[in-house]
T-cell receptor, first 116, second 111 residues
Framework: EAGVAQSPRYKIIEKRQSVAFWCNPI?????LYWYQQILGQGPKLLIQ????????DSQLPKDRFSAERLKGVDSTLKIQPAKLEDSAVYLC??????????????FGPGTRLTVL | GNSVTQMEGPVTLSEEAFLTINCTYT??????LFWYVQYPGEGLQLLLK?????DKGSNKGFEATYRKETTSFHLEKGSVQVSDSAVYFC??????????FGAGTQVVVTP
């Protein structure tokens, strides 16, 4: 079974530039998550999709971050404009069901963003 | 709000040593508890989980027991290998199915 795919793996940009990340979840997984992992910290949920609808985006800085999941499969996360503090690893995860006891999320390898 | 606290690293051990990583949580209700592992250059992988009090999760020689009375979920392994070098994250799932992670503990195992 193919895992969660993400691209690019690394990205270096200057502040105020824009950047986009792509995620392809495991086939059949209805729920997709984007996390931000700052160095030395645990991942923090940015946004959660159920199919192509947003379930939770309470931690997403909406003035600069946006995400979409058209057709309920692939997803893109965009930052515009980037700030220095956006330097982090952006993780995408997917899960088959949203169930408190069964919520095993499968993670992609992440995209490491460096903002100069 | 919910939170997860785990011991700071790095934890440096010799091969075959005993490993313990402490994890405590604060949550309303009875969350499910998880340990995830992140090997160098790889994504997070679920290591083990426990969904109710007194449950013991186990995998690859690692164990953790859900202790409601002490709100803890400490990770243990009796004899570590160099291949266990990784960052370990304790996490809980709230009633909405949202994962909340601790800060992670880096483990370095030397030959």
């Amino acid at each position: 079974e193919a895992g969660v795919a993400q691209s690019p793996r690394y990205k270096i940009i200057e502040k105020r530039q824009s950047v986009a990340f792509w995620c392809n979840p495991i086939s059949g997984h209805a729920t997709l998550y984007w996390y931000q992992q700052i160095l030395g910290q645990g991942p923090k949920l940015l946004i959660q999709f159920q199919n192509n609808g947003v379930v939770d985006d309470s931690q997403l800085p909406k003035d600069r971050f946006s995400a979409e999941r058209l057709k309920g499969v692939d997803s893109t996360l965009k930052i515009q404009p980037a700030k220095l503090e956006d330097s982090a690893v952006y993780l995408c995860a997917s899960s088959l069901v949203v169930d408190r006891a069964k919520n095993e999320q499968f993670f992609g390898p992440g995209t490491r963003l460096t903002v100069l | 709000g919910n939170s997860v606290t785990q011991m700071e690293g790095p934890v440096t051990l010799s091969e075959e040593a005993f490993l313990t990583i402490n994890c405590t949580y604060t949550a309303t209700g009875y969350p499910s508890l998880f340990w995830y592992v992140q090997y160098p250059g790889e994504g997070l992988q679920l290591l083990l989980k426990a969904t109710k009090a007194d449950d013991k999760g186990s995998n690859k020689g690692f164990e953790a027991t859900y202790r409601k009375e002490t709100t803890s979920f400490h990770l243990e392994k009796g004899s570590v290998q160099v291949s266990d070098s990784a960052v370990y994250f304790c996490a809980l799932v709230d009633s909405w199915g949202k994962l909340q992670f601790g800060a992670g503990t880096q483990v370095v195992v030397t030959p």
